[in-house]
């Protein structure tokens, strides 16, 4: 069974930097993708980014590019979503997610997701 847990949240002033991580267990995920979506107050949950973990290709939303890389590092198993420049409209909690049949059919469709983290709180003060 695979396992995410996420870490690094907090609360930020705008304009500051945070780094999330999620420590992946319980498969190979060679052929697997890992990504990031959050989910506001009162708001569906969205997609943040992505990579295939194999080759290490990254796909963004449109209101993070730029501002957030995702990274990961196979040996330690780790995903991370390093966020800069970072705004109010940014406060969410933010999950990890992993995509065993790869993203190719959709990098962004949550259900393509099968396994998810408990959720780490990222607060933006203006």
């Known amino acids: 069974q695979v396992q995410l847990v996420e870490s690094g949240g907090g609360l930020v002033h705008a304009g500051g930097s945070l780094r999330l991580s999620c420590a992946a267990s319980?498969?190979?995920?060679?052929?697997?993708?890992m990504g990031w979506f959050r989910q506001a107050p009162g708001k569906e949950r969205e997609f943040v980014a992505t990579?295939?973990?194999?080759?290490?290709?990254?796909y963004y939303a449109d209101s993070v590019k730029g501002r957030f890389t995702i990274s990961r590092d196979k040996a330690k198993n780790m995903v991370y979503l390093q966020m800069n420049s970072l705004k109010p409209e940014d406060t969410a909690v933010y999950y990890c997610?992993?995509?065993?049949?790869?993203?190719?059919?959709?990098?962004?469709?949550?259900?393509?997701?099968?396994?998810w983290g408990q959720g780490t709180q990222v607060t933006v003060s203006s």
């Open positions: 997610a992993a995509a065993p049949r790869g993203i190719t059919t959709g990098w962004s469709t949550r259900s393509n997701y099968d396994y």
């Open positions: 319980g498969r190979t995920f060679s052929s697997y993708g």
């Open positions: 990579l295939t973990w194999a080759v290490g290709y990254t």
